[in-house]
């Protein structure tokens, strides 16, 4: 290891050097199957055909120009983006990260244009929404915020999956001015509402004029087998923060806004020097062409239910087993006990998965997974949870 790097990873003693399709390879050349992709990132798998011909054609024509004048490959991902999601309006960034202090920063011009002094958003529990100083306050995580105070203020918390308890909130307080969600909370430990919630959070925002902010950043751009995980309850928010996925590893953020979201900002009251640059927009828009040209979306859904039931079945017979759930191609097995172990396990079995929560294994595969990878990635896990020696659950 290096002395020069900071030391914010734990890392494996691994060294990745090189990538295809949904395998990575170390410098050893042992083969892992990329059953993370980078923790959501690499939809399309490894150096697809399409996206590296993108990147090296942008490099040859046009790689950046400053946001003072007109981006067409900026202005076409846009129109796209608003096609697929309902939404008016984007803002282009680099990161999840960039794109939820964009979101926050409408949240507070919205609350101002409400009257409020100190416009506060509502996060839920266990969320996570990323490590700049706005986003670790609105995480739900002492962990991740201790050391940092004094946190950024205008962010409260509400419990997750219980639109009551955001009811309750509003008979309290006259100075909330946005509620801010994970469709499903990845680090949170792959964390799915029930049926309904989100349509209640929409009617609730509705009621008090509050924005609904969902952070699409690790579910959003197909990953749960549709384009946005809010589609699958046909709820739409008023601001979508996106990342990962739409660059399939060239740094691209993205926040979408509509209706009154979208009237907010003016020229000056926000901005970012890279972001919509020609090379990540040509990147998203091939993300987005090969995920329709190849039908991605319909077996991302077949291949998270076959995975599921293959989990399901698998792990039938194990006490230690909570629960398999999750969505399309986001998935979480959670386990009785904390199982940080499995993921080096896994690794020296030759794939890449994580724990989230401490117990639960999550498994954000590429969507592109031929049916063999499929299984193995499904032997995999179960062989991992068999491998566990814990004392028979009560
Ligand atoms: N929001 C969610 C839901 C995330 O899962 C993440 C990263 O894992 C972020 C925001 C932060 O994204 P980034 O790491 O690109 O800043």
Not at 149 to 160: I, M, N, R, S
Not at 331 to 336: D, F
Not at 342 to 371: K, S
């Amino acid at each position: 290891m290096t002395a020069h790097l900071m030391n914010t990873y734990a890392r494996m003693p691994v060294k990745m050097v090189r990538g295809q399709g949904a395998w990575l390879y170390d410098d050893a050349g042992n083969a892992y199957l990329d059953a993370l992709t980078g923790i959501g990132v690499c939809s399309l798998g490894h150096c697809h055909p399409a996206i590296s011909a993108a990147i090296a054609d942008q490099a040859g024509t046009l790689l950046h120009a400053a946001n003072v004048a007109r981006i067409p490959l900026q202005e076409e991902l846009a129109d796209r983006l608003a096609a697929l999601s309902g939404m008016d309006q984007a803002f282009f960034c680099n990161s999840g990260a960039e794109s939820l202090e964009c979101a926050f920063k409408l949240a507070r011009l919205h609350g101002h244009r409400m009257g409020i002094n100190a416009p506060q958003v509502v996060s839920l529990s266990q969320s996570f929404h990323g490590r700049t100083l706005a986003c670790i306050s609105a995480t739900d995580s002492a962990k991740v915020q201790a050391g940092f105070e004094p946190l950024v203020p205008g962010f409260l918390k509400a419990p997750f999956d219980d639109a009551a308890a955001l009811v309750r909130l509003a008979e309290e307080r006259d100075d909330i001015a946005a509620v801010l969600f994970e469709p499903i909370q990845g680090e949170g430990g792959v964390m799915v509402p029930h049926d309904g919630y989100l349509a209640e959070v929409r009617r609730i925002c509705d009621q008090f004029g509050w924005l609904m902010i969902a952070d699409e950043v690790q579910t959003g751009v197909g990953k749960t087998g549709d384009w946005f995980a809010c589609q699958h309850e046909g709820i739409l928010p008023d601001v979508i923060t996106l990342a990962k996925a739409l660059g399939n590893g060239v740094p691209i953020g993205a926040c979408l806004a509509r209706r009154k979201a979208a009237e907010l900002f003016v020229p000056g009251k926000h901005g970012s020097t890279y972001g919509g640059n020609p090379l990540a927009c040509r990147v998203g828009l091939t993300v987005l062409e090969v995920m329709e040209g190849e039908g991605i979306i319909e077996r991302t859904r077949e291949l998270g239910k076959r995975i599921r039931a293959s989990l399901r079945e698998a792990l039938a017979d194990h006490d230690h087993v909570r629960e398999v759930r999750g969505r399309g191609l986001m998935i979480g097995v959670e386990l009785t006990e904390d199982c940080p172990q499995l993921v080096g396990w896994a690794m020296e079995q030759g794939m890449i998965m994580n724990v989230t929560r401490g117990n639960t294994i999550r498994l954000l595969p590429p969507l592109i997974i031929d049916d063999s990878e499929a299984d193995r990635i499904v032997d995999t896990v179960s062989r991992a949870v068999q491998s566990l020696r814990l004392p028979a659950a009560v």
